[in-house]
């Protein structure tokens, strides 16, 4: 038999749910999510192999038009980039609530000129089902997309059809990674990514955009892997949100995103996380770097 394997790129305005459907496509949790837009900052592979197939999604940045700062430049660069790069893209849009900014990213879809497959994610949540049917043609009057699929990334409905048309469309070729492995990314990465995923998720709105997460130290012992997280923030008043009264708040980041390393590494975990204040990382070009933005 011969072997089928292509890149897929998962490419969207902020927010619309690409993280999540990475996850149900590898039914492995890579990518962190929630509920904020832009939590996901890197590009990241979850390698999924299907007896001769191996479908390698690339989950990217959200692509945003109101780019202020360095690391948002970044970002949008690093998803730009993915485009030239894959066999398939999978444009992912939030239901039927077309924005200019998907507008945006249709055009560079336009110009990449590669196999296209429109995603409408979050069909759960659409009250009423008919308006879909109208949306379906008007996207098809906007762009000669290979497939058009309504699917729910979060209750995993309709999956089966997204996976069905990647099939047919995915290229004859050697396979790139071990049919075992499930992303390119580091263990020590992935701990640094579910350590931001706790501050996303328990900070309020605006303090994650502030936050950059690193990990220090990492040391196997066998039994006990020893994690040293790095929280960067922006300013003194941003350090002493993360801590919290007491430290309260630290230790809840900390305690869930130990949580989750445990479940991750099959093992118990020691994690240290600090604070430290650096005035403009997210417009330092050689520290983002540092941080893996490059």
């Given at each position: 038999?011969t072997?089928h394997?292509?890149?897929?790129?998962?490419?969207?305005?902020?927010?619309?749910?690409?993280?999540?459907l990475?996850?149900?496509?590898?039914?492995?949790?890579?990518?962190?999510?929630?509920?904020?837009?832009q939590?996901?900052?890197?590009?990241?592979?979850g390698?999924?192999?299907?007896?001769m197939?191996?479908?390698?999604?690339?989950?990217?940045?959200?692509?945003?038009?109101n780019?202020?700062?360095?690391?948002?430049?970044?970002?949008?660069?690093?998803?730009i980039?993915?485009l030239r790069?894959?066999d398939?893209?999978?444009f992912?849009?939030?239901?039927?609530?077309w924005?200019?900014?998907?507008g945006?990213?249709?055009?560079?879809?336009?110009?990449?000129?590669?196999?296209?497959?429109?995603?409408?994610?979050?069909?759960?949540?659409?009250?009423?089902?008919s308006?879909?049917?109208?949306?379906l043609?008007a996207?098809?009057q906007?762009?000669?997309?290979?497939a058009?699929?309504?699917?729910?990334?979060?209750t995993?409905?309709?999956?089966a059809?997204?996976?069905?048309?990647?099939?047919?469309?995915?290229?004859?070729?050697p396979?790139l990674?071990?049919?075992?492995?499930v992303?390119d990314?580091?263990?020590?990465?992935?701990?640094a990514?579910?350590?931001?995923?706790?501050?996303?998720?328990?900070?309020?709105?605006?303090l994650?955009?502030?936050?950059t997460?690193?990990?220090?130290?990492?040391q196997?012992e066998?039994?006990l892997?020893?994690?040293?997280g790095?929280?960067?923030?922006?300013?003194?008043?941003?350090?002493?949100?993360i801590?919290?009264?007491?430290g309260?708040k630290?230790k809840?980041?900390?305690?869930?995103?130990?949580?989750?390393?445990?479940?991750m590494?099959?093992k118990?975990?020691?994690l240290?996380?600090?604070?430290?204040?650096?005035?403009?990382?997210?417009?330092?070009?050689?520290?983002?770097?540092?941080?893996?933005?490059?």
């Amino acid at each position: 038999m011969t072997s089928h394997c292509g890149y897929i790129a998962l490419v969207g305005r902020p927010n619309v749910g690409k993280s999540t459907l990475l996850n149900q496509l590898v039914q492995q949790k890579i990518s962190i999510t929630s509920r904020k837009p832009q939590t996901t900052r890197h590009s990241i592979l979850g390698i999924c192999t299907d007896d001769m197939y191996q479908y390698i999604y690339v989950d990217t940045p959200g692509i945003n038009q109101n780019i202020k700062k360095t690391i948002n430049k970044m970002m949008n660069k690093t998803a730009i980039h993915v485009l030239r790069d894959v066999d398939i893209i999978a444009f992912v849009v939030d239901g039927i609530h077309w924005t200019d900014e998907d507008g945006h990213v249709l055009e560079l879809v336009r110009a990449a000129k590669i196999p296209c497959i429109l995603v409408i994610n979050k069909v759960d949540k659409m009250a009423d089902k008919s308006a879909l049917l109208p949306y379906l043609e008007a996207m098809g009057q906007r762009y000669s997309f290979k497939a058009m699929v309504p699917l729910s990334a979060k209750t995993g409905a309709q999956l089966a059809s997204l996976q069905k048309v990647l099939h047919d469309l995915l290229p004859a070729a050697p396979f790139l990674f071990a049919k075992d492995q499930v992303t390119d990314r580091s263990v020590r990465f992935l701990c640094a990514e579910l350590l931001r995923e706790k501050v996303f998720r328990l900070c309020g709105q605006e303090l994650p955009y502030a936050v950059t997460v690193g990990i220090e130290k990492y040391q196997d012992e066998g039994t006990l892997v020893r994690i040293f997280g790095l929280i960067l923030v922006d300013k003194e008043s941003q350090k002493r949100m993360i801590i919290g009264d007491s430290g309260s708040k630290l230790k809840a980041i900390a305690t869930d995103a130990r949580i989750d390393m445990e479940r991750m590494l099959g093992k118990k975990v020691f994690l240290q996380c600090y604070c430290k204040v650096k005035s403009g990382w997210a417009d330092d070009e050689r520290l983002l770097k540092q941080f893996g933005y490059d």
